[in-house]
């Protein structure tokens, strides 16, 4: 599940290339609703945010540096037609550093559930600010819905420096595999206005 996974992030965060020939890509057997074949086919977007390249110590080679390619994409997941008001995409923050003949460190970590994206920035290292459509949680306290408002304009602002430490340096990666990292990421959002029904 964990190879599955990493090739996943492969081809969603994967710049177009050319090639002189076709090589067979991994089949997604399961049905599951979490496979990762169904969770391929839901990619509306990937957004690469970041394409860095550097030198790094890993563990397993003491005194010597690789060459290590981290990449930063916010993946955009389809949810389907909604019938109950859900909401209509989710987006979720992946990182996957490939290391020069030693391995792959990887993350994702979901982001939000929203109702409409409309772009994301990268303002600092580390920190990204996503513009989403949102339910105005305001309103819908205690019961009470303005339909006037019922959806929000939002930015929702991304702390993943912990998260982007951790995959970069890659600390206790096992030689010639891959390995998840998971690190705090906080949220927050701040509301900018009302907004028309994405439905």
């Known amino acids: 599940?964990?190879?599955?996974?990493?090739?996943?992030?492969?081809?969603?965060?994967?710049?177009?290339?050319?090639?002189?020939?076709?090589?067979?890509?991994?089949?997604?057997?399961?049905?599951?609703?979490?496979?990762?074949?169904?969770?391929?086919?839901?990619?509306?977007?990937?957004?690469?945010?970041?394409?860095?390249?550097?030198?790094?110590?890993?563990?397993?080679?003491?005194?010597?540096?690789?060459?290590?390619?981290?990449?930063?994409?916010?993946?955009?997941?389809?949810?389907?037609?909604?019938?109950?008001?859900?909401?209509?995409?989710?987006?979720?923050?992946?990182?996957?550093?490939?290391?020069?003949?030693?391995?792959?460190?990887?993350?994702?970590?979901?982001?939000a559930a929203v109702y409409r994206f409309d772009g994301v920035t990268r303002t600092a290292p580390g920190i990204y600010e996503v513009r989403a459509v949102v339910l105005n949680g305001q309103d819908r306290q205690e019961g009470q819905t303005n339909l006037d408002c019922y959806f929000q304009e939002a930015v929702i602002t991304v702390d993943a420096r912990a998260l982007s430490v951790a995959v970069r340096q890659a600390k206790g990666l096992p030689e010639f595999d891959a390995q998840r990292y998971t690190a705090p990421m906080p949220l927050s959002i701040h509301a900018q206005g009302c907004a028309a029904s994405p439905y």
């Not at 002189?20 to 991994?26: F, I, K, R, S, T």
């Open 1 to 111: 599940m964990r190879i599955l996974t990493v090739v996943f992030l492969m081809i969603a965060m994967a710049l177009p290339g050319r090639a002189a020939m076709l090589e067979p890509a991994q089949r997604f057997d399961s049905a599951d609703f979490g496979s990762p074949g169904f969770v391929l086919a839901r990619t509306a977007q990937a957004i690469e945010l970041v394409r860095a390249t550097r030198d790094i110590a890993v563990d397993g080679w003491p005194g010597e540096k690789v060459a290590s390619d981290l990449r930063v994409s916010l993946i955009v997941m389809d949810t389907g037609p909604s019938t109950d008001v859900s909401p209509l995409l989710e987006l979720h923050l992946a990182m996957l550093n490939t290391i020069t003949e030693y391995g792959t460190a990887w993350a994702i970590e979901p982001v």
